[in-house]
């Protein structure tokens, strides 16, 4: 019989702006748009897409760039559905989990963390 624990661990608002960055800039570009901005003042300039999210607002994200359009998925990411895409990925994703733990994060970790916030799993690749 196998051993199933919980382990608490601390994942840092710049690891998560380098997921969603590996994500946005690379990783996912090939299923995902941004569709809009939600509860971010107009006014207000942010550099990043990430920083949105960061910084209490969000990002309402489809998979219009892959899916069929009767089929395409919107979800609103912001900080709490990134803490849920953590803690699908690691119970999900134990490998792309482990390269956050050991910093060897790449476009794929950014994509596989993109879509566990959004969809609850990997969809795509």
């Not at 994942?11 to 509860?39: H, R």
């Not at 359009?69 to 609103?76: G, L, P, T």
């Not at 994509?111 to 959004?118: G, I, K, R, Y």
Request: aromatic fraction near 8%.
């Amino acid at each position: 019989m196998d051993f199933k624990i919980k382990v608490e661990r601390i994942i840092k608002d710049e690891d998560v702006s380098s997921l969603l960055t590996s994500a946005f800039e690379g990783g996912s570009n090939y299923w995902y748009m941004i569709e809009k901005k939600v509860n971010a003042k107009a006014d207000k300039a942010f550099e990043y897409a990430c920083d949105i999210v960061l910084k209490g607002h969000g990002l309402v994200v489809s998979d219009a760039c892959e899916a069929p359009k009767e089929e395409v998925r919107k979800a609103v990411l912001d900080r709490t559905k990134c803490q849920i895409g953590l803690q699908i990925m690691a119970e999900k994703e134990p490998r792309h989990f482990g390269n956050i733990m050991t910093d060897e994060c790449d476009a794929i970790t950014g994509d596989v963390f993109l879509q566990c916030c959004l969809f609850g799993e990997v969809i795509y690749g």
